[in-house]
């Protein structure tokens, strides 16, 4: 009885060692998964990380379909942040990332990590782990003169990690813990959509869509998942994509003083019920102005009037096309920056793309 009891105790502890380190295990693999969005379409055209000038390989002519400009502005997107990632070929990567020091590397895949692979004879390749799901890794990809975007598979046992015969498996740049830490900012964004941005019931394309937000529309979001933030619209709460939205402003800034109506309307909640709101339209009275430090200033783009154009002249007309604030006559004959006749969104771009030259 006794030799029954002492082997039944051992029968247990060998159960929970094995239990305890094969949950620990997945938790290696699955370790950013609460806060990665994976990717597994292709970036739209006007997606600023893949298709601008802060993505170098764009910049000088070597834009997707190419290995590294897709990797590069997949890593700036993660981020939010620029990568310190090779702007070289995809051969130098992991050795570059090696002795800079900038990212942690090592042989097991993780969320967000850059898969590198050097081939024999010259050339090489990086990828993007999007997903590890029942032993098996999903990358993102593009192909120097090949195709755009596309998906590749691997085992997770798979020491190559699924490259061809003639490629060698470098390792994985670990980004992805430096993201671990990073969130989206709360505050006041605006849409910036080609036609409708989806509002989900949960942080991450997984979750059902329960609602559209169309083009420049301003948000207050109060709480945010790396880069999903939790809104408010038309009566209905959820999180939308802050990848295409446009930063405003803090929280913790000063906002107008809103008047509101006492007109009520009812608008449907998510379960189809109308339930009532209270219309608010801000009022010019209460709106604070900009100040102009100097009536003749004659600069386009310089809003703020300090002699040069910098980011803050974009930020003071983004608020402007919120409504969050007035402008002076003068700043508003200088904000027309790409000479449209009007005042908009593509002023503000314009005085960014000034920024990056």
């Known amino acids: 009885m006794r030799v029954f009891v002492l082997r039944r105790i051992n029968a247990i502890i060998i159960a929970v060692a094995v239990l305890f380190t094969t ?14 969005t994976p990717r597994l379409s292709a970036p739209s055209a006007t997606n600023k990380y893949y298709y601008s000038d802060i993505n170098p390989f764009y910049k ?17 997107e993660i981020l939010k942040t620029e990568p310190k990632l ?57 192909a120097w003169n090949g195709t755009n975007f596309y998906l590749s598979y691997a085992s997770t046992d798979d020491k190559n990690a699924g490259g061809a015969s003639w490629w060698n498996f470098d390792g994985y740049i670990y980004i992805s813990e430096a993201y671990d830490a990073e969130d989206s900012a709360t505050g006041v964004y605006k849409t910036n959509v080609d036609d409708y941005l989806n509002m989900r019931s949960g942080p991450g394309t997984s979750y059902g869509t329960i609602g559209a937000i169309p083009d420049g529309v301003t948000l207050t979001v109060t709480k945010t998942d790396s880069n999903w933030g939790y809104t408010s619209y038309n009566g209905t709460n959820g999180w939308v994509c802050l ?38 339209e801000p009022t010019n009275e209460n709106t604070p102005d900009v100040p102009d430090s100097s009536e003749e200033n004659t600069v386009i783009g310089d809003i703020d009037g300090d002699g040069i154009i910098t980011i803050s002249d974009a930020t003071i007309l983004q608020k402007y096309l919120c409504r969050l604030i007035t402008l002076s006559d003068n700043q508003l004959s200088i904000s027309d920056v790409d000479c449209d006749g009007t005042i908009s969104v593509s002023d503000c771009t314009a005085i960014q793309k000034i920024l990056t030259q």
Not at 60 to 76: K, Q
Not at 114 to 141: L, M, P, R
Not at 256 to 267: G, L, S
Request: net charge negative; hydrophobic share 35%.
């Open 86 to 142: 090779s702007w070289g070929n995809a051969e130098d990567w992991y050795g570059y990332n090696k002795s800079n020091g900038y990212y942690s590397y090592g042989q097991t895949p993780k969320l967000g990590a850059v898969a590198c692979w050097h081939y024999d004879g010259g050339g090489g390749h990086v990828a993007v782990v999007e997903k590890i799901e029942n032993g098996q890794i999903t990358f993102s990809n593009s």
């Open 60 to 76: 000088w002519g070597y834009g997707m379909p190419n290995c590294t400009a897709y990797a590069f502005g997949r890593a700036y």
């Open 243 to 280: 990848d295409y939205c446009i930063y405003i402003a803090s929280a913790t800034e000063t906002q107008p003083t809103i008047q509101p109506t006492t007109a009520m309307t009812t608008v449907p909640d998510v379960n189809g019920e109308t339930v009532p709101t209270v219309s608010t």
């Open 23 to 36: 949950v620990f295990s997945i938790s290696i693999f699955a370790s950013a998964a609460t806060n990665f």
